[in-house]
Structure formats: C-alpha cells, structure tokens
C-alpha cells in the first residue's frame, strides 16, 4: 500500500515578503496625488525644464547647485511624464527605508515601531514626501552605508552625494570628519566632545561660506532668521542622554548607530547657531530608526517610543505647517 506524502507548504522567503510588503508601502504613499503636498509643483518645473534651469549657472556655480540632481530629472523625464517625476522619487524613498525596516528588525512589535516612528514624526513624513531631493540623496546614502560601509568606495560615493543635495556637504563632513578623528582619538567619549567643539566654533562660518560659494539656499530666510524656540533642543537632549546611557560604544557598533548618534550631536550642536537643525536631522533619523529596529536594548525602546508620542502629539500641527497643502490638509483631516 503506497502513502501519499502531503508536500509542505510553500513559505516566501523572507527577503521576498520584505520586498513586497516595503513595495506594497512605496505604492501607497506614491500614490498620493502632488496637489496635496506643499513644493510638488517645484519638482514638476524641475523635471520639465530641467536644461534651462541648467543654463542658469556658471561651471563654478553649477557645482554648488545639485548638478547630479538636474541629471536625475533629465533621466527620469524620458521615462516618465514630469507630473509623475515627482511621485517616482517618494516610491524610491518610501520603498527603501520600508525595506531597510523590515530587513532589520527583530520582530513585529520593533516594525511596528519603526513604521510609526517613519510616518508619524514630522521630520521624516516631510522627508518621504515634500523635501524629494533630498529625500532621494538620504536614501542613497543608507544604500551606501549598507553596501559600503568601511570599504574604499564609501567616502567617494558620500561626497558626490553633495552635488545632489548640498546639505550633504555637511553630511560628508560631519562623517569624514569623526572618521579621522577615530585615528587620534580612541577615547569615545573624549572623541565626541572634540568634534562638538570644533563643529559647534565652524557652524557660525558656514552661511558665509556657503553664499561666497554661490549656494542659493544660503540666502533663504529660514536660514538667516533663527526662529527656533527650545522644544527640539529638550526632546533631541532626551534622546543623547539615552543613547549616552545605552554606551556610546554600544551604539556606535553598528554603522546606523553610529550615524544616528553623531545627527543626534549635529542637530543640538547646530540648533542656536544656524537654523539647518530641522533639515539636516531628517537625514540622521533614518539611519536611528533602523537602530533601533535593530536593537535589543530596553534604553532605546523606551527612549524611541517617548520620542514617537511627543511626535505624535505634534504631527498634525506640523505637517499642517511644512508639509501640506490647503487641499492636503483637508485630505488628511481625519488624522489631524
């Protein structure tokens, strides 16, 4: 008598199920029409105009104004009408980080944290889907850390990342930097309090630099006026004083870690002097999500979920403010 074998359920690999699930959430937030968030009409001008915007500068100039990011707009308008240019860049956005999440976290409860941590903090809502250019740099940059990290290439690839976002000037110096202190100083500790110093005496030069150099956004009144209050300042001190009792060096162990720490640093270190903090800290935060996705450590759970219910206390004040449109803030009343 011959037994029929029941052949075992077909499981999706894991690396699959993370595929689709971070493309199902691309889809999603890519799907969300321009007229709803506030600067989507300056992207279409981007991708529709892109080579009379590029006769606008010099050679010298052109260096210090996103040229890599006139070229991306160039490439994606052959393949996509400009009105779709826009919501290409938040797929790739939305898509990568859902990825980076759901590859790195230790369980569902930490996925769950992360996507809210994503969605709900203003910065990185405003990352995802108003700020595109340099919500496409930041992106590449966590590609780069998770194929580059500690090989040759990585400070080279980092460095061109500022010819598609100029923050990324400060970005590439701010991990060049501590990377070259790493040879001088081994002390951690000693270490970071060095490179707040000399960061903190650099940043009341930067705007003079930046505008002899031709850089437009220099010139932008959010930046010659500093109208920050303090409440950053208290919830970002919050998360140092966490990330400093999990162990600096603990934290620093992994490269997501270790950037989120420094963008940590860089945010209080840049909050009363030149008001780029809320610019540059949606960059760190990502690589601090995955962090602590990562994580297994009490500190950084309770510290990261403090964190989210600030943010979810203020997010619809917020993104009402700098991320929505009139018709935006209507479609998205029902969270508000």
């Known amino acids: ?26 889809l999603l937030l890519a799907s969300l029409p321009n007229e709803l968030f506030r600067d989507r009409e300056n992207y279409v001008v981007y991708a529709s105009n892109f080579a009379i915007i590029f006769k606008q500068y010099n ?27 826009p919501r290409v860049s938040v797929f790739f956005i939305s898509f990568s980080i859902a990825y980076f999440i759901l590859k790195h976290a230790r369980n569902s409860l930490l996925v769950l944290l992360g996507f809210s ?7 990185t809502f405003h990352l995802q889907l108003v700020v595109l250019r340099q919500g496409v740099a930041t992106i590449l ?20 990342l500022l010819f598609f976002h ?26 970071l309090l060095f490179f707040s110093s000399t960061l903190f005496a650099l940043s009341f030069f930067m705007l003079a630099v930046a505008s002899s150099l031709g850089v437009r956004q220099a010139e932008g009144s ?9 409440g950053g300042f208290v919830l970002f001190s919050f998360l140092l004083f966490f990330l400093y009792l999990r162990g600096l060096n603990n934290v620093c162990r992994t490269p997501y870690g270790k950037i989120g720490l420094l963008g940590v640093l860089v945010y209080l270190i840049f909050y009363f002097t030149i008001p780029i903090s809320g610019r540059l800290i949606s960059v760190f935060l990502l690589f601090y999500y995955v962090y602590i996705v990562l994580s297994t ?27 929505l449109t009139k018709l935006g803030a209507s479609y998205f009343s029902a969270f508000l």
Do not use: Q
Request: charged residues 10%.
């Open 59 to 85: 050679a010298i100039t052109l260096l210090f104004n996103e040229p890599l990011f006139l070229l991306y707009n160039k490439v994606l308008s052959f393949l996509f009408s400009p009105e779709l240019v």
């Open 166 to 191: 100029i923050s990324f000037a400060i970005v590439f110096f701010v991990l060049f930097y501590e990377h070259v202190l790493t040879k001088f100083i081994k002390n951690i500790k000693l270490r």
């Open 141 to 160: 940059l966590l590609w780069i850390v998770d194929l580059y990290w500690g090989k040759k290439p990585f400070f080279p690839l980092c460095f061109l």
């Open 1 to 26: 008598m011959s037994i029929n074998k029941c052949n075992p359920p077909v499981v999706m690999p894991k690396t699959a199920f993370y595929f689709l699930a971070a493309l199902i959430y691309g």
């Open 297 to 323: 450590n009490a500190k950084d759970y309770f510290s990261s979920f403090i964190f989210l219910l600030v943010n979810v206390y203020l997010w619809g004040n917020a993104i009402n403010g700098e991320s």
């Open 222 to 230: 959010h930046l010659v006026n500093n109208t920050n209050g303090g």
């Open 117 to 123: 941590l994503l969605f709900f903090v203003s910065f």
